[in-house]
Protein backbone atom coordinates (compact mmCIF):
# COMPACT_ATOMS: atom_id res chain seq x y z
CA UNK A 1 0.00 0.00 0.00
CA UNK A 2 3.11 2.48 0.94
CA UNK A 3 4.70 1.67 -2.47
CA UNK A 4 1.60 2.52 -3.83
CA UNK A 5 0.81 6.08 -2.12
CA UNK A 6 4.19 7.40 -2.76
CA UNK A 7 3.49 6.83 -6.59
CA UNK A 8 2.01 9.96 -8.33
CA UNK A 9 0.52 8.19 -10.99
CA UNK A 10 -1.61 6.03 -7.83
CA UNK A 11 -2.53 9.63 -6.94
CA UNK A 12 -3.83 10.76 -10.32
CA UNK A 13 -5.52 7.57 -11.08
CA UNK A 14 -7.07 7.49 -7.27
CA UNK A 15 -8.27 11.20 -7.67
CA UNK A 16 -9.73 10.59 -11.37
CA UNK A 17 -11.32 6.91 -10.02
CA UNK A 18 -12.59 8.99 -7.44
CA UNK A 19 -14.14 11.50 -9.54
CA UNK A 20 -15.86 9.34 -12.12
CA UNK A 21 -17.12 6.97 -9.34
CA UNK A 22 -19.51 10.08 -7.68
CA UNK A 23 -20.41 11.20 -11.26
CA UNK A 24 -21.71 7.39 -12.30
CA UNK A 25 -23.09 7.51 -8.91
CA UNK A 26 -25.75 10.72 -9.58
CA UNK A 27 -28.47 8.39 -10.72
CA UNK A 28 -27.50 6.34 -7.68
CA UNK A 29 -28.15 9.40 -5.39
CA UNK A 30 -31.16 10.64 -7.59
CA UNK A 31 -32.88 7.07 -7.13
CA UNK A 32 -32.29 7.09 -3.37
CA UNK A 33 -33.77 10.30 -3.11
CA UNK A 34 -36.99 9.46 -4.85
CA UNK A 35 -37.48 5.83 -3.20
CA UNK A 36 -36.89 7.13 0.31
CA UNK A 37 -38.96 10.33 0.18
CA UNK A 38 -41.91 8.47 0.00
CA UNK A 39 -40.89 6.85 3.47
CA UNK A 40 -41.54 8.74 7.05
CA UNK A 41 -39.56 11.27 7.69
CA UNK A 42 -37.63 9.18 10.40
CA UNK A 43 -37.13 6.30 8.09
CA UNK A 44 -35.75 8.26 5.06
CA UNK A 45 -31.83 8.86 6.41
CA UNK A 46 -31.76 5.03 7.76
CA UNK A 47 -32.67 4.28 3.80
CA UNK A 48 -29.94 6.69 2.24
CA UNK A 49 -27.38 5.50 4.20
CA UNK A 50 -27.97 1.68 3.99
CA UNK A 51 -28.62 2.15 -0.10
CA UNK A 52 -25.27 4.14 -0.25
CA UNK A 53 -23.47 1.16 2.17
CA UNK A 54 -24.99 -1.54 -0.11
CA UNK A 55 -23.76 0.27 -2.72
CA UNK A 56 -19.96 0.16 -1.43
CA UNK A 57 -20.27 -3.03 -0.44
CA UNK A 58 -21.45 -4.79 -3.62
CA UNK A 59 -18.45 -2.70 -5.46
CA UNK A 60 -15.59 -3.77 -3.21
CA UNK A 61 -17.29 -7.56 -3.26
CA UNK A 62 -17.42 -7.34 -7.13
CA UNK A 63 -13.56 -6.12 -7.05
CA UNK A 64 -12.48 -8.95 -5.02
CA UNK A 65 -14.58 -11.38 -7.35
CA UNK A 66 -13.07 -9.55 -10.37
CA UNK A 67 -12.23 -12.74 -12.48
CA UNK A 68 -16.00 -13.53 -12.00
CA UNK A 69 -17.03 -10.71 -13.01
CA UNK A 70 -15.05 -11.09 -16.02
CA UNK A 71 -15.95 -13.89 -17.01
CA UNK A 72 -19.64 -13.38 -17.26
CA UNK A 73 -18.67 -11.70 -20.42
CA UNK A 74 -18.01 -15.08 -21.83
CA UNK A 75 -21.62 -16.40 -23.85
CA UNK A 76 -23.69 -18.85 -22.30
CA UNK A 77 -26.07 -19.12 -25.79
CA UNK A 78 -26.74 -17.99 -28.98
CA UNK A 79 -29.56 -17.11 -31.21
CA UNK A 80 -29.36 -17.80 -34.58
CA UNK A 81 -32.33 -16.31 -36.73
CA UNK A 82 -33.21 -15.48 -39.94
CA UNK A 83 -33.33 -11.68 -38.99
CA UNK A 84 -31.89 -11.91 -35.41
CA UNK A 85 -28.44 -12.88 -34.27
CA UNK A 86 -27.45 -12.58 -30.18
CA UNK A 87 -24.87 -14.19 -28.08
CA UNK A 88 -26.23 -14.02 -24.63
CA UNK A 89 -23.83 -12.78 -22.00
CA UNK A 90 -24.15 -12.91 -17.88
CA UNK A 91 -23.16 -9.57 -18.13
CA UNK A 92 -26.08 -8.59 -20.90
CA UNK A 93 -28.79 -10.58 -18.92
CA UNK A 94 -27.95 -8.42 -15.76
CA UNK A 95 -27.45 -5.19 -17.41
CA UNK A 96 -30.52 -5.84 -19.85
CA UNK A 97 -32.93 -6.24 -17.23
CA UNK A 98 -31.43 -3.75 -15.03
CA UNK A 99 -32.35 -1.11 -17.79
CA UNK A 100 -36.22 -2.40 -17.31
CA UNK A 101 -36.62 -2.32 -13.85
CA UNK A 102 -35.39 1.01 -14.33
CA UNK A 103 -37.93 1.98 -17.12
CA UNK A 104 -40.33 0.44 -15.48
CA UNK A 105 -40.12 2.10 -12.19
CA UNK A 106 -39.38 6.07 -13.51
CA UNK A 107 -42.70 5.48 -15.57
CA UNK A 108 -44.57 3.71 -12.56
CA UNK A 109 -42.92 6.97 -10.20
CA UNK A 110 -43.87 9.57 -12.74
CA UNK A 111 -47.78 8.03 -13.16
CA UNK A 112 -48.92 8.01 -9.33
CA UNK A 113 -46.75 11.64 -8.91
CA UNK A 114 -48.45 12.97 -12.00
CA UNK A 115 -52.40 11.52 -12.26
CA UNK A 116 -53.33 12.53 -8.75
CA UNK A 117 -54.27 9.23 -7.91
CA UNK A 118 -55.12 8.52 -3.85
CA UNK A 119 -52.77 5.71 -2.05
CA UNK A 120 -54.60 2.14 -1.85
CA UNK A 121 -53.86 0.31 1.36
CA UNK A 122 -51.66 -1.68 -0.65
CA UNK A 123 -50.07 1.00 -1.97
CA UNK A 124 -49.22 2.12 1.32
CA UNK A 125 -48.18 -0.89 2.88
CA UNK A 126 -45.74 -0.97 -0.08
CA UNK A 127 -44.02 1.99 1.09
CA UNK A 128 -42.04 0.42 3.58
CA UNK A 129 -37.94 0.93 4.74
CA UNK A 130 -37.48 -3.16 3.56
CA UNK A 131 -39.84 -2.57 0.46
CA UNK A 132 -37.34 0.58 -0.15
CA UNK A 133 -34.26 -1.18 0.62
CA UNK A 134 -35.52 -4.26 -2.07
CA UNK A 135 -35.86 -1.94 -4.72
CA UNK A 136 -32.13 -0.12 -3.96
CA UNK A 137 -30.14 -3.05 -4.02
CA UNK A 138 -31.39 -4.18 -6.79
CA UNK A 139 -30.60 -1.01 -8.90
CA UNK A 140 -27.47 -1.33 -6.87
CA UNK A 141 -26.38 -4.27 -8.47
CA UNK A 142 -26.67 -3.36 -11.98
CA UNK A 143 -25.11 -0.08 -10.98
CA UNK A 144 -22.06 -1.54 -9.28
CA UNK A 145 -21.50 -3.99 -11.80
CA UNK A 146 -21.30 -0.97 -14.34
CA UNK A 147 -19.47 1.01 -12.25
CA UNK A 148 -16.61 -1.88 -11.54
CA UNK A 149 -16.03 -2.67 -15.33
CA UNK A 150 -15.68 1.09 -15.77
CA UNK A 151 -13.12 1.01 -13.13
CA UNK A 152 -11.36 -1.94 -14.43
CA UNK A 153 -10.85 -0.61 -17.89
CA UNK A 154 -9.20 2.92 -16.53
CA UNK A 155 -6.73 1.03 -13.83
CA UNK A 156 -3.84 -0.64 -15.10
CA UNK A 157 -3.55 -4.17 -13.81
CA UNK A 158 -0.45 -4.56 -15.48
CA UNK A 159 2.81 -5.21 -13.46
CA UNK A 160 4.55 -2.12 -12.04
CA UNK A 161 7.68 -2.74 -13.59
CA UNK A 162 5.56 -2.84 -17.09
CA UNK A 163 4.04 0.98 -16.38
CA UNK A 164 0.87 -0.75 -14.47
CA UNK A 165 0.28 -0.87 -10.30
CA UNK A 166 0.03 -4.74 -10.17
CA UNK A 167 -3.35 -6.93 -9.70
CA UNK A 168 -2.67 -5.74 -5.58
CA UNK A 169 -2.14 -2.09 -6.12
CA UNK A 170 -5.43 -1.53 -8.55
CA UNK A 171 -6.80 -3.23 -6.59
CA UNK A 172 -6.12 -0.77 -3.35
CA UNK A 173 -6.67 2.25 -5.63
CA UNK A 174 -10.43 0.72 -6.68
CA UNK A 175 -11.29 0.27 -3.17
CA UNK A 176 -9.85 3.58 -2.07
CA UNK A 177 -11.92 5.12 -4.29
CA UNK A 178 -14.86 3.54 -3.64
CA UNK A 179 -14.67 4.21 0.11
CA UNK A 180 -14.24 8.07 -0.60
CA UNK A 181 -16.62 8.33 -3.02
CA UNK A 182 -19.39 6.67 -1.11
CA UNK A 183 -18.72 9.34 1.88
CA UNK A 184 -18.56 12.08 0.26
CA UNK A 185 -22.13 11.00 -1.24
CA UNK A 186 -23.32 10.10 1.84
CA UNK A 187 -22.44 13.58 3.48
CA UNK A 188 -24.40 15.05 0.43
CA UNK A 189 -27.15 12.32 0.15
CA UNK A 190 -29.54 14.14 2.61
CA UNK A 191 -29.42 17.69 1.43
CA UNK A 192 -29.75 16.68 -2.39
CA UNK A 193 -32.88 14.36 -1.44
CA UNK A 194 -34.48 17.24 0.57
CA UNK A 195 -34.00 19.88 -2.65
CA UNK A 196 -35.28 17.19 -4.84
CA UNK A 197 -38.22 16.02 -3.15
CA UNK A 198 -38.93 19.64 -2.27
CA UNK A 199 -39.22 20.81 -5.72
CA UNK A 200 -41.30 19.22 -8.26
CA UNK A 201 -39.65 20.01 -11.53
CA UNK A 202 -36.18 18.60 -9.97
CA UNK A 203 -38.14 15.40 -9.29
CA UNK A 204 -39.88 15.06 -12.81
CA UNK A 205 -36.16 15.43 -14.24
CA UNK A 206 -34.97 13.17 -11.56
CA UNK A 207 -37.29 10.25 -13.02
CA UNK A 208 -36.88 11.47 -16.67
CA UNK A 209 -32.84 10.88 -16.11
CA UNK A 210 -33.55 7.73 -14.97
CA UNK A 211 -35.44 6.89 -17.81
CA UNK A 212 -32.79 8.08 -20.05
CA UNK A 213 -30.20 6.05 -17.65
CA UNK A 214 -32.59 2.66 -18.10
CA UNK A 215 -32.48 3.64 -21.93
CA UNK A 216 -28.88 3.37 -21.68
CA UNK A 217 -28.54 -0.01 -19.74
CA UNK A 218 -30.73 -1.73 -22.51
CA UNK A 219 -28.87 0.03 -25.50
CA UNK A 220 -25.37 -1.89 -23.10
CA UNK A 221 -26.54 -4.74 -22.63
CA UNK A 222 -28.43 -5.09 -26.01
CA UNK A 223 -24.54 -4.06 -27.48
CA UNK A 224 -23.02 -6.74 -25.15
CA UNK A 225 -24.99 -9.30 -26.39
CA UNK A 226 -23.98 -8.24 -29.94
CA UNK A 227 -27.78 -8.18 -30.97
CA UNK A 228 -27.87 -8.20 -34.79
CA UNK A 229 -31.14 -7.19 -37.06
CA UNK A 230 -30.38 -8.21 -40.65
CA UNK A 231 -27.02 -8.95 -41.56
CA UNK A 232 -25.60 -5.15 -40.79
CA UNK A 233 -27.42 -3.73 -38.45
CA UNK A 234 -26.23 -4.28 -34.76
CA UNK A 235 -27.34 -2.28 -31.80
CA UNK A 236 -24.27 0.06 -30.27
CA UNK A 237 -23.62 1.19 -26.47
CA UNK A 238 -25.27 4.90 -25.88
CA UNK A 239 -21.71 7.26 -25.01
CA UNK A 240 -22.23 7.96 -21.52
CA UNK A 241 -20.49 11.40 -21.77
CA UNK A 242 -23.55 12.50 -24.09
CA UNK A 243 -25.98 11.61 -21.60
CA UNK A 244 -24.47 13.50 -18.36
CA UNK A 245 -23.90 16.28 -20.08
CA UNK A 246 -27.57 16.25 -21.57
CA UNK A 247 -28.33 15.20 -17.11
CA UNK A 248 -26.22 18.74 -16.17
CA UNK A 249 -27.38 21.09 -19.19
CA UNK A 250 -31.26 20.59 -17.91
CA UNK A 251 -30.57 20.59 -14.43
CA UNK A 252 -28.43 24.01 -14.98
CA UNK A 253 -31.18 25.12 -16.87
CA UNK A 254 -33.60 24.38 -13.78
CA UNK A 255 -31.12 25.93 -11.17
CA UNK A 256 -31.50 29.34 -13.40
CA UNK A 257 -35.36 28.99 -13.90
CA UNK A 258 -35.69 28.49 -9.66
CA UNK A 259 -33.43 31.60 -8.83
CA UNK A 260 -35.45 33.62 -11.20
CA UNK A 261 -38.79 32.55 -10.69
CA UNK A 262 -40.07 31.21 -7.28
CA UNK A 263 -43.95 30.13 -7.29
CA UNK A 264 -45.61 30.49 -3.97
CA UNK A 265 -48.11 28.07 -4.78
CA UNK A 266 -45.45 25.36 -6.82
CA UNK A 267 -47.16 22.59 -8.02
CA UNK A 268 -47.76 19.52 -5.49
CA UNK A 269 -46.71 16.19 -6.45
CA UNK A 270 -47.96 13.04 -4.84
CA UNK A 271 -46.33 10.59 -2.10
CA UNK A 272 -43.72 13.58 -1.39
CA UNK A 273 -43.75 12.86 2.72
CA UNK A 274 -41.60 16.03 2.66
CA UNK A 275 -44.50 18.18 1.30
CA UNK A 276 -46.88 16.81 3.14
CA UNK A 277 -45.19 17.39 6.39
CA UNK A 278 -44.63 21.25 5.58
CA UNK A 279 -48.42 21.14 4.31
CA UNK A 280 -49.31 19.97 7.72
CA UNK A 281 -47.06 22.59 9.43
CA UNK A 282 -48.32 25.37 7.23
CA UNK A 283 -52.37 24.17 8.33
CA UNK A 284 -51.19 24.55 12.17
CA UNK A 285 -49.66 27.89 11.52
CA UNK A 286 -52.83 29.57 9.98
Same mark, same amino acid.
Given at each position: ? #? %? ?5 ? $???? &? @????? @? ?9 ? #? ?19 ? @?? &? ?8 ? #? ?31 ? $? ?10 ? %????? !? ?41 ? !? ?15 ? !? ?9 ? !? ?68 ? #? ?12 ? &? ?8 ? &? ?7
Amino acid at each position: M #F %EILTNPD $AWVA &L @LTLTF @LEIILGIDNIV #FLSIVSGKLPANDQPKARRIG @LL &LAMAFRIVLL #FGITWVLSLQDTLFSLDWEFFTAHITGQSIIIF $AGGLFLLYKSVT %EIHHK !MEGEEESEKGKAGNTLVAAIVQIAVLNLVFSFDSILTAVGLIS !MKPIPEGGFGYAGALEI !MILAIIISIII !MMIFAGPVSKFVNTHPTIQILGLSFLILIGVMLIAEGSHLAHFKFGTDVEVGSIPKGYLYFSIFFSLFVE #FLNLRMKKSKNPVQ &LHNSKIQDKE &LEDTDVTN
